[in-house]
């Protein structure tokens, strides 16, 4: 398998005098069309990567490659990566459609690569795979959080990202809404074969979603895996603890939820 990303000694002080680094020494390999998700708990540097990554913020020491290119010091806008927050950061005075198509008509324009109709009817199949074209008319104080979150994949995806990547994405989301937009998510990656990053601290979605999950700790890698390998052999007791020991709670309170559920159908 090709490499898509490879993440190269990354460290990042925000101060220079700062005794601990909020990224210290981070290697790691994404293989094309991999999901692989980044779990850890808060503050151990999850978000600070993923801005290093998409170009918003430059690493004190280290290196990025995208394709094999050096992108290092390259403007977010040349990376071509898709970003999903968990906040969804629509824009409120347009509809679901006007949200998606919105930048990539401004673009198109600029490099002459498509015409306003052409980017429309893209937008209308995009928001069609995500279940949600009936609502192109709506505003996004119309929908809910799970629309909403739908409209922002629409509308990272109709840019043909090279890698997408998401922020805790279903953290604002109930559990029947976290588990359907999941399987949107899965079914994209399916449909396009879109290398993708995931960050969580929900061990579980981790789990459930990834092909690999790298788990942090304290600005660390401590390790990349299967979630076979990571339940099989954890590197260390805070993977076995963190990780794993979570993991298994997680799953219980999921299928006491699931029993309750089918009680009150
Ligand atoms: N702009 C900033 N200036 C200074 N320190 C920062 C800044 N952003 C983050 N940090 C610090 O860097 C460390 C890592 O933060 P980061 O936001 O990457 O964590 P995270 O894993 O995304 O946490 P969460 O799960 O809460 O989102 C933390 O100690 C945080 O306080
Ligand atoms: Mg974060």
Same mark, same amino acid.
């Given at each position: 398998m090709e490499i898509k990303l490879s993440? =190269?000694?990354? @460290?990042?002080?925000?101060?220079?005098?700062?005794s601990h680094p909020a990224l210290d020494n981070v290697s790691a390999d994404i293989y094309e069309g991999e999901f692989v998700s980044i779990l850890g708990p808060s503050g151990c540097g999850k @978000? $600070?990567?993923?801005?290093?990554?998409?170009?918003?913020?430059? /690493? @004190?020491?280290?290196?990025?490659?995208?394709?094999? =290119?050096?992108?290092? $010091?390259? /403007?977010?806008?040349?990376?071509?990566?898709?970003?999903?927050?968990?906040?969804?950061?629509?824009f409120e005075n347009m509809t679901v459609l006007g949200n998606v198509v919105y930048a990539a008509y401004l673009k198109a324009k600029k490099e002459k690569t498509a015409t306003k109709s052409e980017i429309t009817s893209r937008a209308l199949e995009m928001l069609?795979?995500?279940?949600?074209?009936?609502?192109?008319?709506?505003? /996004?104080?119309?929908?809910?959080?799970?629309?909403q979150q739908r409209v922002a994949i629409a509308r990272t995806l109709i840019h043909n990202p090279s890698i997408m990547l998401f922020d805790e994405p279903m953290s604002a989301?109930?559990?029947?809404?976290?588990?359907?937009?999941?399987?949107?998510i899965k079914q994209i990656q399916k449909d396009f074969g879109t290398t993708m990053i995931y960050i969580t601290h929900d061990q579980e979605e981790a789990f459930a979603l990834s092909d690999r999950?790298?788990?942090?700790? =304290?600005?660390?890698?401590?390790?990349?895996? @299967? /979630? =076979?390998?990571?339940?099989?052999?954890?590197?260390?007791?805070?993977?076995k603890d963190f990780v794993v020991g979570n993991l298994y709670k997680k799953i219980d309170s999921l299928s006491k939820y699931a029993a309750s559920g089918a009680q009150n159908d």
């Open positions: 993440i =190269k000694n990354l @460290t990042k002080k925000y101060d220079k005098n700062a @978000t $600070t990567l993923l801005r290093i990554l998409i170009g918003l913020l430059e /690493p @004190t020491e280290g290196n990025i490659y995208l394709d094999g =290119k050096d992108i290092t $010091t390259a /403007p977010a806008a040349a990376r071509s990566m898709g970003i999903v927050f968990q906040n969804y950061a629509l069609g795979l995500l279940g949600i074209r009936e609502l192109k008319d709506k505003y /996004p104080s119309e929908l809910s959080g799970g629309q989301l109930d559990v029947a809404t976290r588990l359907q937009l999941r399987d949107v999950i790298i788990v942090m700790d =304290k600005a660390h890698i401590v390790q990349i895996g @299967t /979630p =076979k390998e990571i339940i099989s052999s954890p590197a260390d007791e805070y993977v």
